[in-house]
C-alpha cells in the first residue's frame, strides 16, 4: 500500500504504522505526537534515523 501512497504524503515509522505527513504535530527519535490522536505513535528502531533526518530537513520554518 506504501508504494501506491503519493512519495512524501506518507511515512512508515513502524513495522504497524504508516502515517500522513500533514498530520505531524511533534516527533522524536521514539514517538511521533498526530494532530487529534491522544496517544504518540511509537517509531521503530529500524526507522528512527531515517524518519529523524526527514523529518528535520522538511519542517516548516
Known sequence: IHKMLPQNTFLRVHRSF?????????????????????????VGRRYAKEIYD???DNRQP
Open 54 to 56: 526527514f523529518l528535520t
Open 18 to 42: 504508516l502515517i500522513p505527513t500533514n498530520r505531524i504535530q511533534k516527533f522524536s527519535k521514539q514517538e511521533i505526537w498526530l494532530k487529534g490522536l491522544s496517544r504518540p505513535i511509537p
